[in-house]
């Protein structure tokens, strides 16, 4: 334990582990032994880090939310209260399948929604935004807004989080909370740089 960042005293910390400044871990939570936290996180109510699991800085993980081995979240990503993540695709009780876990990467500044389900093996796009109640079972673009069961991709959001409007004749569109530029090229949405 460390004053560098606050562990709820009815959450359990197992070591050795890392946990970097300012992250604040809340009641009923679980970081198992080998698990690495980046700084300045935020874990709420009841939820589980498996000890291979690596998460980056300014990770806001909301209540309900287990992070299995195999999963790693980049910095800026966001979990919505209750969303799934899996780690084997074909899970038998009596079959054991540990260290057959598939890997999950959630790349930076992404949002999954409450109550969504990311199936292993997947990888999710930089700023991309799931919806609540989504289910992930193929890879996701940057900036892509995914909705539905299982999940299609319907629009485009910024990285300030809005939903992109239709891109103009030249493949560009502003977002219409910060005022920056993106651009639709071969089916991939990245920021127009100045």
């Given at each position: 334990?460390?004053?560098?960042?606050?562990?709820?005293?009815?959450?359990?910390?197992?070591?050795?582990?890392?946990?970097?400044?300012?992250?604040?871990?809340?009641?009923?939570?679980?970081i198992?032994?080998?698990?690495?936290?980046?700084?300045?996180?935020?874990?709420?109510?009841?939820?589980?880090?498996?000890?291979?699991?690596?998460?980056?800085?300014?990770?806001?993980?909301?209540?309900?939310?287990?992070?299995?081995?195999?999963?790693?979240?980049?910095?800026?990503?966001?979990?919505?209260?209750?969303?799934?993540?899996?780690?084997?695709r074909?899970?038998?009780?009596?079959?054991?399948?540990?260290?057959?876990?598939?890997?999950?990467?959630?790349?930076?500044?992404?949002?999954?929604?409450?109550?969504?389900?990311?199936?292993?093996?997947?990888?999710i796009?930089?700023?991309?935004?799931?919806?609540?109640?989504?289910?992930?079972?193929?890879?996701?673009?940057?900036?892509?807004?995914?909705?539905?069961?299982?999940?299609?991709?319907?629009?485009?959001?910024?990285?300030?989080?809005?939903?992109?409007?239709?891109?103009?004749?030249?493949?560009?569109?502003?977002?219409?909370?910060?005022?920056?530029?993106?651009?639709?090229?071969?089916?991939?949405?990245?920021?127009?740089?100045?």
């Amino acid at each position: 334990m460390s004053d560098a960042y606050f562990v709820h005293p009815t959450a359990v910390v197992d070591v050795p582990c890392e946990i970097g400044e300012g992250t604040k871990v809340w009641h009923f939570s679980h970081i198992s032994s080998g698990a690495r936290l980046g700084r300045a996180c935020n874990l709420g109510q009841n939820v589980f880090i498996a000890g291979n699991v690596v998460i980056g800085n300014n990770v806001k993980i909301q209540n309900n939310v287990s992070i299995y081995d195999g999963v790693v979240l980049e910095d800026d990503v966001f979990c919505g209260p209750s969303m799934v993540f899996t780690n084997v695709r074909n899970p038998r009780s009596h079959v054991n399948r540990r260290g057959q876990y598939s890997t999950t990467l959630v790349r930076c500044g992404a949002t999954i929604g409450a109550n969504s389900t990311v199936v292993c093996g997947t990888t999710i796009g930089r700023f991309a935004f799931i919806a609540a109640g989504a289910v992930v079972t193929h890879d996701v673009p940057d900036y892509a807004l995914v909705v539905g069961v299982p999940g299609r991709v319907v629009g485009w959001m910024s990285a300030h989080g809005e939903r992109l409007p239709p891109f103009d004749e030249n493949g560009r569109a502003r977002c219409p909370g910060s005022d920056e530029m993106y651009e639709l090229r071969e089916g991939r949405v990245a920021p127009i740089r100045a």
